[in-house]
């Protein structure tokens, strides 16, 4: 397994930006797929972002097309997630997750090491 810091998070009105990062550590990073999940409170953790190991591949939940990228830098062993345009909407702890192989997806069951969550909250 990987072990995964997130960073970034924190309190912006709507309208602003915020960039989370997530380094990784454990494994061959440059393997793996990547995702951003979130957890609003009082609801279940859902897919936000994916990309695959080479970066080229990158897949997005619908309501944050458009606002968020998903990107990474292999030899730093991170993955960013840029937010512009966040909405209220977009508050939740976010984490990030490393594959169970170089092909990214939505399902959480398609990851196997977690971060420990860093929250966005977003005020209106």
């Known amino acids: 397994q990987v072990q995964l810091v997130e960073s970034g998070g924190g309190l912006v009105q709507a309208g602003g930006s915020l960039r989370l990062s997530c380094a990784a550590s454990?494994?061959?990073?440059?393997?793996?797929?990547m995702g951003w999940f979130r957890q609003a409170p009082g609801k279940e953790r859902e897919f936000v972002a994916a990309i695959s190991r080479s970066g080229v591949g990158t897949y997005y939940v619908d309501s944050v097309k458009g606002r968020f990228t998903i990107s990474r830098h292999n030899a730093k062993n991170t993955v960013y997630l840029q937010m512009n345009s966040l909405k209220p909407e977009d508050t939740a702890v976010y984490y990030c997750?490393?594959?169970?192989?170089?092909?990214?997806?939505?399902?959480?069951?398609?990851?196997?090491?977690w971060g420990q969550g860093t929250q966005v909250t977003v005020s209106s």
């Open positions: 454990g494994r061959t990073f440059s393997s793996y797929a």
């Open positions: 997750a490393s594959g169970t192989s170089s092909v990214p997806s939505r399902r959480d069951l398609e990851y196997d090491s």
